[in-house]
C-alpha cells in the first residue's frame, strides 16, 4: 500500500531525517517537560487528561469504566483513550511509568504522521508538496504539546491521516479488502471521537465521480457498515448490560449543541430570558437534561432574529475561526511563548487558505476531492456544535497540505522568473 518507488535516494534520506528528528525532538520534550503538559491537577482531578488517568486507573483495577461519576459506571466518554492508558499502566505502573509511556507512544504516532503526511502530499500533490509538508509539521510546536498532554488528539489525528491514505488506495484499487480496512478505522476512530462514524458518507461523492457501479457501490457501503457495526457492539453491549437501555455513543453531561450556541461562552442575547421565562441564567447551559436541543434551538431561533449578522458569523465563519485560527497549545515549549505561536498560527493559517483557493483553481480535482471532502466534513461536522482548537488540531495537516502546495507554487514561480531573467541577461551580453 504504501510503497516508496520512484523516490530518489536523497529525498529518502531527507524523509527519515526528518522522522527521526521529530522522534528524538518529541521524545527528548516529553520526557524534559514531563508533567509539565497536565492541563489539571492530578491530585485534584479538575481537567480531561487528569480525569482520563483517573478513569483509567479505575479501569485497572476495578474493571469499571467511569468517568465524572467516582467509581460508577458511566458512559461519559467513550473507552478508547483510557483502553490504551490502562494498558501502559499495567506494564509501565500506574504512577509515572504509565503516563510516561503513553506520551512516548504519542511521540511514535508523531512519527509515523510524518510519513503519511509525506504519502498523501505526494499522491495528492508532489514530492516537493510533501516534503514541505512534512518540514512544516516537523516544526510546528503544537504537535509537540499534543505529544505530552494526556488527551485523543495524536491517536485520532493518526486515525484521520490513515483514513485518508486507506480512501485513496481503495478508490485506486476498487477492491473489498479496503472498504473493510476503512470500517476497522472508522470504528476505531469512533472509540475515541463519535463524529468520525459518518466519513464514509465522503464516498456517496467519491463513487459518483468515480463512476461505480451503484451494486459496487452497494458492496462497498456494506461492508463498511458490517465492520464499523461488529466492532462498535462491544460498547453497545457494555452499556446494554450496565444501565439497560442502548447508548449509541456517550450520555454525556452538557449537550455539544446546546454548548456551542454559546458565542465565546457568553450567555444568549439580552432579553432571551424574558422572551423564555422557563429557562434560567443561571442552569441554561448545565445538566444533561432531555431538553437540551430544545434550549439550543431556542436560543438559535432567539439569537438569529434579534442579532442575524453575529449568530450567522458564529455558524459559519466563526467555527472556521475557532477551530483552526487558535493553536492547540496550552502549554508553550520554550522558547515560543504563547502570544508568539498565535501570530505563526494566523500567519500559517493564511497560507494555507490560499493554498485551498490555488489547488482548487489549479490542481487535478480527481486527485484533490478525497482531502477537500475529508477537510469538509471533518470541519462542517462541527458547524452545529461547540467547536474550538483542540478540535480543529487533528485537522490542521490537513489545511497544511494545502498550505504547503501554496508554498511550492510559489516557490516555482520565483525559480522560473529568476531562471527566465537570467537568460535574458545571457542573451544581451555581448
Known amino acids: 500500500m504504501f510503497r516508496s518507488a520512484g523516490i530518489s535516494r536523497g529525498v529518502k534520506f531527507y524523509l527519515f531525517g526528518l522522522m527521526a528528528f521529530v522522534g528524538i525532538a518529541s521524545c527528548a520534550i516529553v520526557l524534559i517537560y514531563n508533567d509539565y503538559f497536565f492541563l489539571g491537577d492530578p491530585l485534584r482531578p479538575n481537567n480531561d487528561d487528569v480525569k482520563y488517568i483517573q478513569t483509567a486507573r479505575l479501569l485497572l483495577n476495578e474493571g469499571v469504566l467511569a468517568y465524572n461519576t467516582g467509581d460508577k459506571p458511566s458512559a461519559f466518554i467513550m473507552p478508547g483513550l483510557p483502553l490504551i492508558l490502562a494498558g501502559f499502566m499495567a506494564m509501565f505502573g500506574q504512577e509515572d511509568g504509565g503516563v510516561i509511556a503513553y506520551r512516548l507512544y504519542q511521540c511514535v504516532l508523531q512519527v509515523l504522521s510524518i510519513y503519511l503526511i509525506f504519502w498523501l502530499g505526494k499522491r495528492i500533490f508532489n514530492t516537493r508538496v510533501a516534503l514541505i509538508a512534512c518540514t512544516i509539521s516537523a516544526l510546528y510546536l503544537p504537535d509537540y504539546f499534543s505529544s505530552g498532554v494526556i488527551l485523543s488528539e495524536t491517536t485520532f489525528r493518526t486515525l484521520l491521516l490513515l483514513l485518508l491514505c486507506v480512501t485513496i488506495v481503495a478508490l485506486e484499487?476498487?477492491?473489498?479488502?479496503?472498504?473493510?480496512?476503512?470500517?476497522v478505522l472508522t470504528a476505531a476512530a469512533a472509540y475515541f471521537k463519535p463524529h468520525a462514524s459518518l466519513y464514509p458518507a465522503v464516498f456517496l461523492i467519491l463513487w459518483?465521480?468515480?463512476?461505480?457501479?451503484?451494486?459496487?457501490?452497494?458492496?462497498?457501503?456494506?461492508?463498511?457498515?458490517?465492520?464499523?457495526?461488529?466492532?462498535?457492539?462491544?460498547?453497545?453491549?457494555?452499556?446494554?448490560?450496565?444501565?439497560?437501555?442502548?447508548?449509541?455513543?456517550?450520555?454525556?453531561?452538557?449537550?455539544?449543541?446546546?454548548?456551542?450556541?454559546?458565542?465565546?461562552?457568553?450567555?444568549?442575547?439580552?432579553?432571551?430570558?424574558?422572551?423564555?421565562?422557563?429557562?434560567?441564567?443561571?442552569?441554561?447551559?448545565?445538566?444533561?437534561?432531555?431538553?437540551a436541543v430544545q434550549k439550543g434551538l431556542d436560543i438559535i431561533k432567539y439569537g438569529f432574529k434579534h442579532e442575524p449578522l453575529k449568530y450567522l458569523?458564529?455558524?459559519?465563519?466563526?467555527?472556521?475561526?475557532?477551530?483552526?485560527?487558535?493553536?492547540?497549545?496550552?502549554?508553550?515549549?520554550?522558547?515560543?511563548?504563547?502570544?508568539?505561536?498565535?501570530?505563526?498560527?494566523?500567519?500559517?493559517?493564511?497560507?494555507?487558505?490560499?493554498?485551498?483557493?490555488?489547488?482548487?483553481?489549479?490542481?487535478?480535482?480527481d486527485k484533490l476531492l478525497p482531502l477537500v471532502l475529508a477537510l469538509g466534513y471533518f470541519t462542517v461536522i462541527y458547524v452545529p456544535f461547540v467547536a474550538f482548537n483542540r478540535y480543529g488540531y487533528p485537522n490542521m495537516i490537513l489545511l497544511i497540505l494545502f498550505g504547503s502546495y501554496c508554498i511550492e507554487r510559489l516557490i516555482r514561480h520565483f525559480s522560473s522568473y529568476s531562471k527566465n531573467g537570467l537568460r535574458r541577461r545571457r542573451t544581451v551580453t555581448p
Open 313 to 365: 458569523y458564529w455558524y459559519t465563519l466563526g467555527r472556521w475561526v475557532e477551530l483552526y485560527f487558535h493553536p492547540f497549545y496550552s502549554r508553550p515549549i520554550w522558547p515560543v511563548t504563547r502570544p508568539v505561536m498565535n501570530v505563526v498560527q494566523i500567519a500559517l493559517m493564511a497560507v494555507n487558505m490560499l493554498g485551498i483557493g490555488l489547488a482548487m483553481l489549479k490542481h487535478r480535482w
Open 173 to 183: 484499487r476498487n477492491t473489498a479488502r479496503y472498504y473493510i480496512l476503512l470500517g
Open 208 to 291: 459518483w465521480r468515480h463512476r461505480v457501479p451503484w451494486r459496487l457501490m452497494l458492496k462497498y457501503a456494506l461492508l463498511m457498515a458490517g465492520t464499523y457495526v461488529i466492532l462498535l457492539m462491544p460498547w453497545w453491549i457494555r452499556n446494554w448490560l450496565t444501565f439497560h437501555e442502548f447508548i449509541l455513543f456517550t450520555n454525556s453531561g452538557g449537550s455539544p449543541f446546546l454548548l456551542g450556541t454559546r458565542i465565546r461562552w457568553q450567555l444568549p442575547p439580552a432579553g432571551f430570558f424574558e422572551a423564555y421565562p422557563q429557562y434560567d441564567p443561571q442552569t441554561l447551559f448545565q445538566g444533561s437534561d432531555r431538553l
